[in-house]
């Protein structure tokens, strides 16, 4: 998050639809031990170029959106950025206090969105998002204090992806796509003494994930559907690199999984599934089989029961 949950990672702006799986989720998801937000990203508009403005108090976003160039396109991009670094940099100036504060974050979400034919639809996303923050000594201050100080944190994420959706029958559909996400973090301090040497370092630590994945739907019945897929990953992890040591950990991995979806009564639904994990690295690997299964009893639109 940004802000420490204040703000969402996720600009508003751009979001089309959200589920959260709080447990018992479907096994296309895996590798993870937690709680799962599907987030899907709304397309632009095609029929004409239009946008907004929103100028806040702590933030200030802007919109905009229409027709790519190509027939049956469009795009959309978000962007955001604070307020309040200036802020806080007035506000600490002013504090009975030895240092100044300052802390900001920015994100951009863009979306390109294409159907070539009734039956192909191609999508392309990117994300990238900094927070940073950051404290210095003051120079001029009551504060008796030889060295000078200044310490900057930023964390945040890059991400790229693309999916081809294809209808291959009536009742068959094919999806297959690309990501790559970064999660980094950097951290550097410098320290200025007058009768030392000045002390500097600086450190780096990352995630980065490329995935690949093909999924087909088909739907025998309407009340009856089945999903498989698969999926290859591979992790790259640095811990903690101060610029001259580096141990960077790789992972890949391959996933399979099938599941099927049966719908009865009104609101009242039944789902089992099944998933394989397969996990490598220099030190250790290890191949897993994940049953999956959930009931859910409708009683009425807003109320049901689910077990998993």
Known sequence: NHLGGFFSTFNPDIINDIRIYKGGFPARYGGKLSSIVDITQ????????????????TDISATAEGPAGLK?????????????????LFVSSLADQQYLIGYGFYDFNGKFSWSPTDKDKLTVNFYIGDDYLGLRSKKDTKYIDPQQFRLGYM?????????????????????????????????????????????????????DVTMADVVVKHDFFKFWNMEAGVQGEF?????????????????????AYLSTTLQFLKYSSATLGVRTNGIMSSAYSDFSIEPRASLTFGFSPNHRLGLS
């Open 155 to 207: 964390w945040g994420n890059v991400m790229a992806s693309a999916q081809y959706k294809r209808i291959l029958g009536s009742k068959t559909f094919l999806s297959a796509g690309i990501s790559h996400s970064r999660y980094r973090l950097r951290t550097g301090y410098k320290i200025k003494q007058d009768t030392l040497p000045d002390v500097r370092s600086r450190f780096l630590s990352s995630l």
């Open 235 to 255: 992790q790259s992890y640095l811990p903690t690199y101060n610029f001259e040591q580096k141990n960077t950990i790789y992972r890949p991995a391959a996933f």
């Open 72 to 88: 049956n396109s469009s795009y959309i991009v978000c962007a955001r950025k604070t307020m309040i670094g200036a802020l806080l």
């Open 42 to 57: 709304k397309e632009g508009n095609k029929n004409k170029h239009c946008g907004s403005l929103h100028v806040g108090i």
